[in-house]
């Protein structure tokens, strides 16, 4: 029989836990003259120390019963409390496994606790005919899964059998849980005397920055934890935010399904890459991959502004990548590409042979933007700027400059066009200037007079200097959904920041025809003055573009 006092500390027994003033006076009414508060203020007042609201909406939400139920200043302080009251300092031992989260070793080294790392196996389970020999040792108080597992992702198996041959203290790990399919273990905290569960909402719920931890384990190890806690653990401020993304559940689960399908694309995507050689089973929201080179690859996603976690140290070659929107996950599998293009030997023989391809990513308060192109492409375009007829508009670009263009863009649209549009003039000119590098060898100057039923004149000069010649006046004050005062800003826009010249220059009856005509010739001009010539050198008498 699980005698839980004799696996606690002797000293957390004795002690006599702090009472604070809201612990010993409960109500709201009254007036409050016991807590030494600032009379004025909105949040002047101390929080509910047991979160007793907060505990309702968990208790219906995860099916346990309120007194099964702990909440912590963010699962960290879980594992703290979990180290004080189990093991003592310079004597006890814990056993958790390899590769794991790391703060288990940070908090179990802050408390003088000796922690042994067991590999898991190669299918990243725990390998029991080297762990069962361990847990004979009369120190030992304490074992810690991660289950799913990270990094791995994968859930561990067989945790009842240590459940039941275990007769310490055993803490799940389950931060990832809402993401699998799997029955959470808090299920069992009245058949197994000796678990502890922890739970988050940072990672499914969105609330990583509110620290909000669960525990989940019988009344009388959540009794123990409350008395060694400090008093106001969690904020009001904190509880509120949290009690107010609970009570949606609708938008908890519609926002999962679309991390959990964004995965299921993020995985097929990863597929068709050669740099990545596997991937791992996930339960999570995230995927481990095991790339050719990790560091490398690492380095170069930070270098074009797509952060992962390099896992190189835990699982040779591996890189973790959290299941972003569909915006972030385009932007992290078209670099990848991007970067198995620049790595393809075969075609980086020469100066006339270096692929001419840019990624940029610009964020601002009101946009965010990434463009990516390859001035050698196919003519190929995957546009989505939120406004259909510039969308088509920059297709034209793509398609009669024979150019690969990506642009992904996100604006304040429901204030107006006006920051996403110029914001994408800029980007787009960024990426030309990116792409061009030092301009050796190509034309420079471009210019084109199509003719339909009306007739555009652009010429460009990428020549280091930015000038805009505009001369295009509208009838109609939007076409489409876009405004037609927007298209010398994005022009202008674009001439700032891929440092050219543009002279644009066109007049017909049809407001949409005479549009087009403009970006159908803006686009054969640029493709006429980034061809190559046989010519290496710089395109100018200065010698520098």
């Not at 787009?428 to 339909?452: H, V």
């Amino acid at each position: 029989m699980f005698d839980l006092n004799k696996h606690i500390r002797e000293n957390i027994l004795g002690l006599k836990p702090y009472s604070s003033a809201r612990n010993e006076y409960k109500g709201n009414d009254g007036i409050l003259l016991d807590a030494n508060e600032n009379p004025f203020g909105k949040y002047n007042r101390y929080p509910d120390p047991l979160q007793e609201e907060l505990k309702r909406k968990v208790s219906e939400i995860k099916k346990i019963a309120i007194e099964n139920i702990f909440i912590g200043n963010g699962s960290d302080e879980i594992i703290d409390l979990t180290y004080r009251i189990f093991c003592n300092p310079g004597k006890d031992k814990a056993i958790t496994f390899s590769p794991s989260y790391g703060m288990y070793e940070v908090l179990a080294e802050i408390n003088n606790i000796e922690l042994i790392k067991v590999p898991l196996n190669n299918a990243f389970q725990i390998d029991f005919e080297k762990l069962k020999p361990l847990l004979d040792d009369k120190n030992l108080k304490l074992l810690i899964i991660c289950s799913p597992n990270n990094p791995t992702g994968n859930i561990i198996n067989n945790i009842d059998w240590i459940l039941t041959y275990f007769k310490g203290i055993v803490l799940i790990d389950e931060a990832y849980i809402d993401f699998s399919n799997n029955d959470s273990y808090n299920q069992k905290v009245e058949q197994y005397p000796n678990i502890i569960v922890m739970q988050t909402l940072s990672k499914a719920w969105g609330l990583a920055s509110a620290r909000i931890g669960l525990g989940f384990a019988n009344a009388d190890i959540i009794s123990v934890f409350n008395k060694v806690k400090p008093p106001y653990n969690v904020s009001m401020l904190n509880q509120k935010v949290a009690l107010n993304t609970l009570e949606n559940y609708s938008e908890y689960l519609n926002k999962k399904k679309i991390i959990l399908d964004q995965k299921k694309w993020l995985i097929n995507q990863l597929q068709e890459i050669p740099l990545i050689k596997k991937i791992y089973p996930s339960d999570a929201n995230f995927i481990l991959v095991e790339t050719s080179d990790a560091d490398k690859i690492y380095k170069e996603l930070v270098k074009n502004k797509v952060i992962t976690r390099n896992r190189n140290n835990q699982v040779k070659n591996c890189i973790r990548i959290t299941v972003g929107n569909s915006f972030e996950n385009q932007l992290l599998i078209n670099t990848l590409k991007r970067l198995y293009q620049l790595n393809d030997k075969r075609n980086e023989i020469g100066i006339l042979h270096i692929k001419r391809i840019s990624h940029i990513i610009r964020r601002t308060t009101e946009t965010s933007i990434a463009v990516e192109i390859n001035l050698d492409g196919n003519g190929d375009s995957n546009i989505s700027t939120g406004i259909g007829f510039f969308d088509h508009l920059l297709e034209q670009i793509a398609k009669h400059g024979n150019i690969d263009l990506t642009i992904f863009a996100k604006g304040d649209l429901h204030i107006d066009t006006h920051h996403t549009i110029e914001d994408i003039g800029i980007a787009l000119g960024e990426a030309f200037t990116q792409a061009l590098k030092n301009k050796k060898g190509i034309e420079r100057y471009g210019f084109l007079l199509p003719m339909d039923d009306c007739l555009a004149q652009v010429a460009i000069d990428f020549g280091g200097r930015s000038w805009l010649v505009w001369n295009v006046e509208f009838k109609r004050e939007k076409i489409g959904e876009m405004p037609t005062e927007m298209f010398v800003h994005f022009f202008k826009s674009f001439c700032d920041y891929a440092k050219c010249n543009l002279y644009i220059k066109a007049e017909g009856e049809n407001e949409h025809h005479k549009i087009e005509a403009v970006f159908k010739a803006f686009a054969n001009a640029i493709k006429m003055a980034i061809k190559r010539t046989n010519n290496i050198n710089i395109p100018s008498t200065k010698g520098i573009l």
